[in-house]
């Protein structure tokens, strides 16, 4: 009995053994690593927010290779567009990746010279930002040419700085926003009527006192004249969010400009109104001394509940932000494996989805939602739209799957100080480190304490002054008392 | 002879009194080196009490990294450099305090830091962070308090006029950065003096 049990145990780990190549165990190894930040700033795994799905070249989609492509718009039905530069195209997919059409040659014979940034409006009108034509090119619903608008009429733009348009979008009002090349006093408005409405946002100049004093009073001529001007940083790229701010990154940042505002959300007036409550400003990498390597990022995307990710070009990573500035995860990294990128500079998403374009290696690299990503998405989501009760629920099921995301604690926290459980409050936001609603819970929980405990404190304190006075009392008759013997 | 306590307890004496007091402590002998080494003892113990228990309001540190070690020499290196350099300098300038007359009168004068830190320890749970400002009211208190102790027990320990005592501490802080200069290069040769024996018996170990 037992010799034949042994021998079947035997048997059947052989076949195993055999049968093994034939069924390769499934495992879901992803090619990056996904993190976020503590309060400390040290980095902390956490599970993938997004998967890699697929790698589409231009000829798996049936158009031809894609030649360096500079953007990649999702419009609101989920159509993707491609600016595809070096073929002098605009190419666009429905959400499953069926070709739908492409501009090559419109109006009279018209084409366009490397475009690099296509925006389509909610009646789906395409703006083109056709860079070498100096132009931006408006098409309508059926992709028929409208107009073109050159470069604006102005004297804040000098007469060598040429208009080279690599951005563009457009608000509800149908005014249209562009970045271009050298020109760095902000965006460009331009009026829906073509005329030039100004400039928008500008970016400061960064000069340090030291190099200000040395420039200034202490530089010979000489050396002045050898010296680069300092120049704001240019935007390098623009979003549109749902509430019609516009969030602009700054990619061409050094290592001294490290902690600097990258991402900037400017309201109509151009005033930067991004919120910042994480537990570092949202600049990308925390800088270590292992990893030099700066984030620029190149590109924004945001979603309806105000969750942006932000795509950082140099390193291939991607960086999601809530709408108080807290750092949701990291995901993504340089490399040539499936799901890697050699040179990311675009991205956008579309529900659960999300798409890069790399220049590089002339792909769409599609990735989708985990069902953490999810649960942290719609956990967020809920609570900008109010939803309190359910948030709570997701922010539980978000820390089974990673007990290290502090977004999540914080979360639980406020749903709990919301509901009056100050005490499980309080444990949630220690943990997550966050003082400023922890010593709210603090005070309510004080209060509370004091009500409940009234009676025992007053009693205490009664019956301790009584005491005091009692000894006193004593120790004045034994005085008295020692005085008269001393009489005596 | 004084009974250790009533040494100890002189301290709270110095420190509302400092003129009367430090001179007693040099010339009465109303206080004593092992109460001294008592009361840095204790500012030690404040400074990782401080540390490791503060509300979680307050603290600011990350106690999983707290290292006893670092927060004793954090403590210990500063008070001991300002010893030794007040020593060093008084001695050349006509100062009549020896150094364990400098070591017990700034060791008392570091009396206000235990006695309104380690209160401050339990408070700092009773307290929201609105009330946060007497809390560092009162820190910062106990630090200028005890700053002013110093600089009163540097000018009555080696009888100095105002002026001279603060051109003194000028030189004190110069000399305590100095040496703090000198240990460093000290430490940064002596290591490379061990690297170059080290490569040089790994290659002998290597070659036979």
Known sequence: ?488 | MRSYLAELKYSLHVVVRPFDGFWDLQREQRGSLRAALTIVLLTIATYIFRRQYTGFLFNYNQITRLNIVLEVISVLLPFLLWCVANWCLTTLADGEGTFIEIFNATAYALTPIVLINLPLIPISYLITSEEGAFYYFFLTISLIWTVCLIILSTMITHQYSMKKTFLTITGILIGMAVMVFIGLLFTSVIQQIFGFFYVIYREIVFRF
């Open chain 1, 1 to 488: 009995m037992n010799r034949i049990n042994i021998r079947r145990v035997l048997l059947l780990v052989i076949m195993i053994m055999l049968l093994d190549p034939f069924f390769p165990i499934i495992k879901a190894r992803v090619a990056y690593e996904s993190y976020t930040y503590n309060y400390w700033l040290d980095p902390v795994p956490s599970p993938h927010p997004y998967v890699p799905v697929e790698e589409l070249s231009g000829e798996l989609l049936g158009v031809g290779d894609f030649d360096t492509p500079s953007d990649l718009f999702v419009a609101h039905n989920g159509f993707i567009y491609i600016a595809d530069t070096n073929n002098n195209r605009i190419v666009w997919f429905d959400q499953s990746f069926n070709f739908i059409n492409e501009l090559q040659t419109f109006g009279d014979n018209d084409s366009f010279n490397a475009p690099q940034g296509v925006y389509v409006t909610e009646d789906n009108h395409i703006y083109v930002a056709d860079t070498e034509n100096r132009r931006i090119v408006q098409f309508d619903q059926h992709a028929d040419y409208v107009r073109s608008f050159d470069r604006p009429v102005t004297d804040l733009i000098s007469d060598t700085t040429s208009f080279r348009p690599t951005k563009v979008v457009v608000d509800g009002a149908d005014r249209i926003y562009a970045l271009a090349i050298g020109i760095n006093s902000g965006i460009v408005e331009i009026n829906p009527d073509g005329t030039f409405q100004g400039f928008m946002g500008a970016s400061e100049v960064n000069i340090t006192p030291l190099e200000y004093v040395w420039r200034r009073f202490i530089a010979t001529d000489e050396q002045r004249q050898r010296m680069g001007l300092i120049l704001p940083t240019e935007y390098n790229n623009l979003y549109l969010d749902n509430e019609e701010f516009i969030f602009v990154t700054r990619g061409s940042v050094g290592l001294s400009d490290y902690g600097t505002d990258v991402i900037r959300r400017l309201n109509p007036t151009g005033v930067n109104v991004l919120r910042q409550f994480g537990y570092g400003d949202p600049i990308g990498d925390y800088f270590s001394r292992r990893n030099p390597n700066i984030t620029r990022f190149n590109d924004i995307t945001v979603t309806d509940y105000q969750v942006y990710t932000a795509l950082d070009g140099s390193n291939g990573k991607l960086f999601a932000y809530d709408y108080d500035g807290h750092l949701l995860y990291v995901f993504g990294g340089n490399g040539n494996r499936f799901g890697n990128f050699r040179s990311a500079v675009a991205v956008d998403q579309y529900e659960e989805m999300l798409y890069v374009l790399d220049d590089n290696k002339n792909t769409i690299t599609t990735f989708s939602m985990t069902d953490y990503g999810e649960m942290v998405h719609s956990a967020i989501r809920l609570h900008y739209e109010g939803r309190y009760q359910e948030v709570e629920q997701r922010w539980k099921e978000v820390l089974k799957l990673n007990a290290n995301a502090d977004i999540a604690y914080i979360g639980l926290g406020k749903a709990q100080l919301r509901r009056g459980e100050y005490q499980e409050a309080m444990q949630n936001l220690e943990l997550a480190h966050d003082r400023n609603n922890y010593t709210k819970a603090f005070a309510h929980y004080r209060r509370e304490w004091m009500i409940e405990h009234f009676t025992v404190i007053m009693t205490t304190t009664v019956i301790l002054i009584l005491l005091l006075l009692f000894i006193n009392y004593v120790r004045k008759l034994r005085k008295r008392w020692l005085v008269k013997e001393v009489k005596r």
